[in-house]
């Protein structure tokens, strides 16, 4: 166990509608990254959070957006859905903004858009 | 552009062979590798960091090379298991700028025959 908790651990939605995920973070680290995984496919990074501030971005559009709240739990929200977005979302908790390298991952949330 | 490759989707082998798994990368200059085992509809699980200037790490059964001349890294699994059965992913550090990104390879699904 990493002690990094999703919620939902499932969920389906329409396109259009917008969806906001959960991560609690493991005690003690102040960083969390999110990654989206398509089925098939190696986890990619959206974005990250460091004491509640974005702290680099991958390749996704805007309307894929977060926040980091003073515990260090954090949460994705991606609006205006698309077909393309249904995926494992995945939190990731570190210290440091990742730097030493290790990241603890929790069990991600199953986002299926119909 | 970066790509980062694992040389097969599938693996299968006995139990009590060593498994090798490769992970080829071009245009990355990384600063470590990491690897991180999977199972079905689970997050992903770290397993061992290779830092450049290292050339092997070992952890129990396992064991990473890394070879930034060639720019590969081998992981290896002695006497398998069929516990060992799980999909194992690829990382490396992206360079960024602050924020410490992963970017992840497919991914490579071993499995172990009793």
């Known amino acids: 166990e990493t002690g990094v908790t999703q919620s939902p651990t499932h969920l389906i939605k329409t396109r259009g509608q917008q969806v906001t995920l959960r991560c609690s973070s493991q005690?003690?680290?102040?960083?969390v990254s999110w990654y989206q995984q398509a089925l098939g496919q190696g986890p990619q990074f959206i974005f990250q959070?460091?004491?509640?501030?974005?702290?680099g971005r991958g390749n996704f559009p805007p309307r894929f957006s977060g926040l980091q709240f003073p515990n260090y739990s954090s949460e994705l929200n991606v609006n205006a859905l698309e077909l393309d977005d249904s995926a494992l979302y995945l939190c990731?908790?570190?210290?440091?903004?990742?730097?030493?390298?290790?990241?603890?991952f929790g069990e991600g949330s199953r986002l299926t858009v119909l | 552009s970066q790509k980062i490759e694992q040389n097969s989707e599938a693996l299968n082998i006995q139990e009590g062979k060593t498994a090798t798994l490769t992970c080829n990368y071009t245009?990355?200059?990384?600063?470590?590798l990491q690897w991180y085992r999977q199972d079905p509809g689970r997050g992903p699980v770290f397993l061992l960091l290779?830092?450049?200037?290292?050339k092997e790490k070992r952890k129990e059964r396992l064991k990473v090379t890394f070879d930034t001349t060639l720019k590969q890294s081998l992981f290896h699994i002695t006497a398998s298991q069929p516990a060992d059965s799980a999909t194992y992913l690829c990382?490396?550090?992206?360079?960024?700028?602050?924020?410490?990104?992963?970017?992840f390879g497919k991914g490579t699904k071993l499995s172990v025959i009793p």
């Open positions: 959070y460091y004491r509640e501030e974005e702290n």
């Open positions: 245009n990355y200059s990384p600063a470590y």
């Open positions: 290779i830092r450049e200037n290292e």
């Open positions: 990731a908790s570190s210290r440091d903004r990742g730097r030493t390298g290790e990241l603890f």
């Open positions: 990382a490396l550090d992206s360079g960024g700028t602050g924020s410490y990104q992963l970017t």
């Open positions: 005690s003690g680290h102040n960083t």
